[in-house]
T-cell receptor, first 112, second 113 residues
C-alpha cells in the first residue's frame, strides 16, 4: 500500500507558485521523500528528494515539516509545461527488497 | 547521453502472440527496472536488476512474463502468450548506484487484440 496521501487534483495560474502537499504520517527516520512527475504520454521524471532538511534545485523546492509527517513541493513560477501528474513517494533505505510504491499522485493543471 | 531507450514505441498484436519489449539503459547505470502502467492499477514495478542480475521479480504477474538482461546495455521483457489484459504502457528505467533516482524511458504502448 502507498505510504503517502496527496490531493487528487489541483489548479494553478501560470506564473504563480504551485504548492503541492503530501502527507506521509507513518514515515520512518531513515526514509526519504521523493517527488517525480509524469507529463502526458511520457515516462516519469525525477524532480527532487530529501530526508530532513529543505532542498532546492533548478526545478523545484522541497519543504519537509520538522516532524517529517508532511512535505510540500513548490514550483516557484509555474508554466503550462508543468501540467502533469506529480507523485510523492516515501523511499525506504536500499535493501534487497527495495521497491517504490507509486500512488495515484496529484494531477496539476496550470491555467493561462 | 541519449537517456533510456525503449523499442518499439507502439506494439499492436493479437492474443496468443509473443511480444518482446526492449530497453537500453543509460550507460554506467547499475540498476534497471521494468514497470507497467494502466489506468486501473497505476504504475507497477514488475522486476528490477542490479548489475544484470534479477533482484526482485515479485511484481511479474505470471509465468507468461519473463525478463532478461544479458549485458549491461540491454534488457528484454517478453510476454508469451500475450492476452488482452496485458495491454498497457511498459516503462523501463535505470539508476546509477542506489535504486532511488530513476530515469525513465519513453515507454512502449502495448495493445493486445
Amino acid at each position: 500500500d502507498a505510504k503517502t496521501t496527496q490531493p487528487t487534483s489541483m489548479d494553478c495560474a501560470e506564473g504563480r507558485a504551485a504548492n503541492l502537499p503530501c502527507n506521509h504520517s507513518t514515515i520512518s527516520g531513515n526514509e526519504y521523500v521523493y517527488w517525480y512527475r509524469q507529463i502526458h504520454s511520457q515516462g516519469p521524471q525525477y524532480i527532487i528528494h530529501g530526508l530532513k532538511n529543505n532542498e532546492t534545485n533548478e526545478m523545484a523546492s522541497l519543504i519537509i515539516t520538522e516532524d517529517r509527517k508532511s512535505s510540500t513541493l513548490i514550483l516557484p513560477h509555474a508554466t503550462l509545461r508543468d501540467t502533469a501528474v506529480y507523485y510523492c513517494i516515501v523511499r525506504p533505505p536500499m535493501d534487497s527488497n527495495y521497491q517504490l510504491i507509486w500512488g495515484a499522485g496529484t494531477k496539476l493543471i496550470i491555467k493561462p | 547521453d541519449a537517456g533510456v531507450i525503449q523499442s518499439p514505441r507502439h506494439e499492436v498484436t493479437e492474443m496468443g502472440q509473443e511480444v518482446t519489449l526492449r530497453c537500453k539503459p543509460i550507460s554506467g547505470h547499475d540498476y534497471l527496472f521494468w514497470y507497467r502502467q494502466t489506468m486501473m492499477r497505476g504504475l507497477e514495478l514488475l522486476i528490477y536488476f542490479n548489475n544484470n542480475v534479477p533482484i526482485d521479480d515479485s511484481g511479474m504477474p505470471e509465468d507468461r512474463f519473463s525478463a532478461k538482461m544479458p549485458n549491461a546495455s540491454f534488457s528484454t521483457l517478453k510476454i508469451q502468450p500475450s492476452e488482452p489484459r496485458d495491454s498497457a504502457v511498459y516503462f523501463c528505467a535505470s539508476s546509477l548506484v542506489a535504486p532511488d533516482t530513476q530515469y525513465f524511458g519513453p515507454g512502449t504502448r502495448l495493445t493486445v487484440l
